[in-house]
């Protein structure tokens, strides 16, 4: 790392204009965003691209999402915008909102994994838009993080990991939201959801009066199976211990069934909603926030499973939320982190 840019507590973003500097002339840019932490590249080079895949480990055919502060950015690189495409960027930018569109050729191709279509995203956090703007190009960034570990939403989480590989480091302290954008493709005209986030499928059904998700959300895919969105295809958010995603709509079930499960084991880790807390008697607990308040879980859930692998646990049991509202990105997330172990009861 070579800059550091505090501005945890100054509203003053002149200092900005470098690190849109080093973006212009090709480097990396660790920048916050109202959903994760981003690591930026320029999004028009193709080389400056490669970078975050290298830095990343991530797999070069799983396309980037291009980050824009205003509608101008978005003619230049997207074609063919529809009525409907249109409605719902103008209702959820800027915001946690992505949609995929027929990309124009100044895209590379290292963006977008070769797709003819392309992620974009205006971000309302004010750092994020103003280093875009300070760029004058797209800032193709995805979440800041090696592959595969939780996403970053703050730069203590992530620091060890990606400091040593980037330019610069903006610290605008945690993140709003803690889960990646909503991703959505319009499918013959019915957006679909391609990822759940803070935009949920009721507020997509409020604007366009229909609203799809895609089945790979919860399940698990299969050998070979096409997807609409290649980043279903990776295991992500893992802590390195075996972890059970455990649900139940009646909480003593739920209690119950931790209960009897982590006691088969020497050393289990329970991720417990703060009302449960304490029904895991002498047992280590995580407290992931009151489930009354998805956005508290929302905002911790990746520092929190950060949190796992410290403990060494033999056995990992999370207590899952009722997938509604934000719920259903919150469930998607730890889904994916328990590798599809799943118990309902
Ligand atoms: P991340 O960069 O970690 O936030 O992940 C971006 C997500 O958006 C991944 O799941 C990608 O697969 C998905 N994505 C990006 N571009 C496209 C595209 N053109 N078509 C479908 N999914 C995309
Ligand atoms: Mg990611």
């Known amino acids: 790392m070579k800059k550091y840019i505090d501005l945890r507590s100054i509203a003053d973003y002149s ?11 090709g480097g990396l840019v660790l920048f916050p965003t109202e959903t994760v932490y981003g690591l930026g590249a320029n999004g028009l080079d193709e080389v400056a691209v490669k970078k975050i895949f290298k830095a990343k480990g991530r797999s070069a055919d799983n396309p ?3 980050h824009i502060s205003d509608f101008n950015m978005l003619n230049e690189i997207a074609c063919g915008i529809t009525e409907i495409e249109h409605k719902l960027m103008n209702a959820f930018w800027p915001g946690p909102f ?6 124009k050729p100044i895209v590379p191709n290292a963006v977008t994994a070769s797709l003819d279509t392309v ?6 956090n004010e750092i994020a838009n103003k280093l875009i703007s300070y760029s004058g190009v797209p800032i193709a960034a995805p979440s800041a993080n090696i592959s595969g570990k939780p996403s970053g939403t703050n730069i203590n989480d992530i620091f060890d990991e990606l400091s040593e590989k980037v330019d610069c480091i903006i ?10 954008s909503t991703v959505v493709r319009v499918v013959d005209g019915i957006p679909t959801i391609l990822r759940p986030g803070k935009i949920t499928p009721e507020d997509i059904k409020d604007v366009v009066g229909k609203v799809q998700i895609d089945k790979h959300i919860f399940s698990k895919l299969e050998a070979g199976e096409k997807v609409l969105s290649p980043g279903m295809k990776y295991k992500h958010y893992a802590p390195n211990s075996k ?7 009646n909480n003593e079930l739920l209690v119950n069934k931790i209960n009897e499960i982590s006691s088969l084991y020497k050393t289990p880790l329970i991720l417990s909603t703060s ?9 280590l607990v995580i407290d992931i926030g009151s489930k009354y308040n998805l956005n508290e879980i929302a905002k911790n859930i990746f520092t929190d499973l950060r949190k ?14 009722k997938q509604e509202g934000l719920g259903l990105a919150i469930m998607n997330r730890l889904i994916r982190a328990c590798s599809h172990n799943y118990i309902e009861v």
Do not use: H, W
């Open 64 to 66: 980037l999402i291009l």
């Open 98 to 103: 992505t949609i995929i569109l027929n990309r």
């Open 15 to 25: 200092s900005l204009e470098e690190a849109g500097q080093i973006i212009r002339s």
């Open 308 to 321: 796992v692998d410290k403990f060494n646990p033999d056995i990992v049991l999370v207590e899952g939320v």
């Open 275 to 283: 009302e449960n807390v304490q029904k895991y008697e002498g047992k």
């Open 119 to 124: 992620g974009i995203r205006m971000p309302s």
């Open 243 to 249: 972890c059970i995603l455990v649900y139940s709509d």
């Open 171 to 180: 610290d605008g302290g945690p993140t709003d939201v803690g889960l990646e």
